[in-house]
C-alpha cells in the first residue's frame, strides 16, 4: 500500500511537471515572435498601435486573434468570461500586458506600459516620420545659441528693356545666420544675411547685399516692454530704380545705418506704444560705361522719426488702434546738383485694427493718410492714403501663408520732380509635399504713383517666383528657384528679367 502510494504521489508531481513546462513553453512560444517584433519597428511607433485592425476584440467574439498564427487566449469558463465581458467597455483594444487602459488611472501609467512612448502630434497627423531630418540644434555659445547656414548655387538671368538684352550666369553665395540668447528674462536676436555674386559669364551687373539687424527685448515693471534696435544694410541700386543713373555700368553702392528705441506698456484694456527711429543713408559713386564717374554725395541724408499708437481691447483676439506719425529728412547738402532744397518733413496717421487667433490666424491691418512737405518750393509736396498691414495665416499643418502691404514716399533726383509714393503687395505660401519637400511660392507688387503734376509717369513692378527645398538630412538641403521679373512703364520700355539656379545649403 505504501509502494502504491508512493507511485502515485511521484505520478502526480511528473504530471504537474509537465503541465508547468507547457504552460511556460507556450508563453515563451507567443512571448518570443511578439519580442522580435516590437523590436522591429519604427522609432516612434507603438506595439499595439501597430496591430491590425482584427485585434479591436468584441465582448461576444472570442475567436479574434492577434496576427498570423498567434491566437488570442479563449476563455475556458464561459460563466467567467461572461462576467468580464460584462464589466468592459465594447471594441475594447487587447493589450498584452492583460491589463484594461481604461482602468488605470492617469495616462503615465499606460505610458509606463508601453513598448515605445507615443509620439506628439499636431492636428492628429505625426509631427515628424523622419527623426534624422529634424531641424539643426545650432550651436551653442555659453548664454547663446548660433544657427548659420551657407548655401552655394550657380544661376542664370535673362534681363531685356526694349531691344537692349544683357545675359548672364554667376556664381552666388547666400550667408544667414542667428544668434538668440536664452536667458531668463530679456532677450538679444541677432540676424544676418549676406549674398555675394560672380559672373561667369556676361557683362550684367553683380548685385551683392548685406542685412544686419539686432533686436535687444527688456522686459520692464509694470507690464512695459523695451525694445533697443540697430541694423545696417548694403545692397547696389538696380537699373530698374527709378533713380538709377541712365547708362550706368557700376550703380550707386547704399550703405544704411539704423537705430530706434521703442516702448509697449499694457493699461489693461488700453495698449500703448511709442517709437522713436533713425535712419542714416549714404550713396557711393556711380559709374558710366566709359568709366567716368558720377558723384552722389548730394543724396546722403539723415532721417528721424516718431511714431505714436494707442490700442483699445475689445478682446484679445481683436485691438482697434490709432497712430500717428512724424518725420524729418535733412540732406548733408542744402541743395543738390540740381539746385534744389530736398530736406523735408512729413506727418500722417492711420487707423487699423490687430488681430490673434492664436498660431493659425494674426496680423494686422490699417488705413491712412500721409503728407510729405520739401524745403524747396518749387518741389511740390506728395500727398497719398496709405495701406499698411500684414497676415500671418495657417490653415494647415505644413502650409504657410503671408502678406505684407506697405506704403512708402521715396524722394526724387530727377530736376523738378519731388518725389513719389509706393504701394508694395508682396505674398509667400509654403507648403510641405513631404517631410522632406517643401515647395515655396512668392509674388508681388510695386506700384509707384507719380504726383499728377510732376510730369513722370505711373509705373508697376511685378514679381513672381517658385522654389522647392529638398531636405537630404539635417545638414544639407538641396534648393531651386526660378523667377520672373516684369516693370511697366506708361511711357518708356518695359523690363523682363528671368532668373532660374540650384544650390546646396549647408546649415548647423
Known amino acids: ?59 461576444t467574439d472570442p475567436t479574434t486573434s492577434f496576427a498570423g498564427s498567434a491566437q488570442a487566449v479563449q476563455p475556458t469558463n464561459p460563466a467567467s468570461a461572461s462576467a468580464s465581458n460584462s464589466d468592459s467597455p465594447p471594441n475594447m483594444r487587447l493589450r498584452l500586458d492583460g491589463v484594461d487602459p481604461t482602468t488605470t488611472g492617469s495616462t503615465l501609467d499606460n505610458d509606463l506600459r ?18 534624422d531630418r529634424a531641424d539643426v540644434q545650432g550651436i551653442p555659445l555659453g548664454t547663446f545659441t548660433l544657427r548659420p547656414s551657407v548655401n552655394q548655387s ?33 532677450a538679444l536676436t541677432i540676424t544676418g544675411e549676406g549674398v555675394w555674386q560672380k559672373n561667369l559669364s556676361g557683362t550684367s551687373e553683380e548685385k551683392p547685399t548685406i542685412n544686419l539687424n539686432a533686436d535687444l527685448r527688456l522686459d520692464l515693471p509694470a507690464d512695459t516692454t523695451a525694445h533697443i534696435t540697430a541694423g545696417y544694410q548694403f545692397y547696389r541700386e538696380d537699373t530698374s530704380d527709378p533713380n538709377a543713373i541712365a547708362g550706368a555700368s557700376k550703380q550707386s553702392a547704399v550703405n544704411q545705418f539704423t537705430t530706434g528705441l521703442s516702448l509697449e506698456r499694457d493699461f489693461g484694456l488700453l495698449r500703448g506704444t511709442t517709437a522713436l527711429a533713425l535712419t542714416r543713408t549714404v550713396y557711393s559713386d556711380a559709374v558710366l560705361s566709359d568709366g567716368t564717374k558720377v558723384t ?15 490700442g483699445y481691447e475689445l478682446s484679445p483676439a ?38 490673434d487667433l492664436g498660431e493659425k490666424f494674426k496680423g494686422e491691418l490699417g488705413f491712412g493718410y500721409q503728407h510729405t512737405q520739401f524745403d524747396d518750393s518749387r518741389l511740390a509736396s506728395v500727398d497719398s492714403p496709405t495701406i499698411d498691414g500684414n497676415l500671418a495665416w495657417s490653415p494647415q499643418r505644413g502650409t504657410d501663408i503671408s502678406i505684407g502691404l506697405s506704403t512708402t514716399v521715396q524722394p526724387s533726383t530727377t530736376a523738378g520732380l519731388s518725389g513719389y509714393t509706393a504701394y508694395q503687395l508682396t505674398s509667400t505660401v509654403s507648403h510641405q509635399l513631404r517631410d522632406d519637400l517643401t515647395a515655396k511660392v512668392t509674388g508681388g507688387t510695386i506700384w509707384r504713383d507719380y504726383p499728377s503734376n510732376g510730369g513722370a509717369s505711373d509705373e508697376t513692378e511685378y514679381d513672381t517666383a517658385f522654389g522647392l527645398t529638398w531636405g537630404i538630412n539635417r545638414y544639407l538641403d538641396l534648393t531651386s528657384n526660378i523667377g520672373y ?12 528679367q528671368l532668373q532660374a539656379g540650384v544650390g546646396l545649403t549647408v546649415k548647423r
Open 1 to 59: 500500500m505504501n509502494i502504491g502510494k508512493d507511485k502515485a504521489g511521484h505520478g502526480a508531481l511528473q504530471l504537474t511537471a509537465w503541465a508547468t513546462f507547457a504552460v511556460l513553453g507556450w508563453g515563451i512560444a507567443f512571448a518570443a515572435p511578439m519580442s522580435v517584433y516590437a523590436q522591429s519597428l519604427l522609432p516612434g511607433q507603438n506595439l499595439d498601435d501597430s496591430l491590425p485592425a482584427s485585434t479591436l476584440a468584441s465582448p
Open 114 to 131: 508601453r513598448v515605445n512612448l507615443p509620439e506628439p502630434t499636431v492636428d492628429g497627423l505625426k509631427a515628424r516620420q523622419y527623426p
Open 154 to 186: 550657380i544661376n542664370v538671368e535673362r534681363d531685356r528693356t526694349g531691344s537692349t538684352e544683357d545675359n548672364r550666369t554667376f556664381l552666388q553665395t547666400d550667408l544667414r545666420s542667428t544668434l538668440t540668447s536664452d536667458w531668463d528674462r530679456h
Open 296 to 310: 552722389l554725395s548730394d543724396r546722403d541724408q539723415t532721417a528721424g522719426t516718431w511714431r505714436g499708437r494707442i
Open 318 to 355: 481683436i485691438i482697434p488702434f490709432v497712430e500717428v506719425n512724424l518725420g524729418r529728412a535733412i540732406y548733408d547738402q542744402t541743395r543738390d546738383s540740381n539746385g534744389y532744397a530736398r530736406s523735408n518733413q512729413s506727418y500722417g496717421g492711420k487707423g487699423g485694427v490687430e488681430f
Open 485 to 496: 521679373q516684369l516693370t511697366t512703364r506708361k511711357a518708356g520700355d518695359d523690363t523682363h
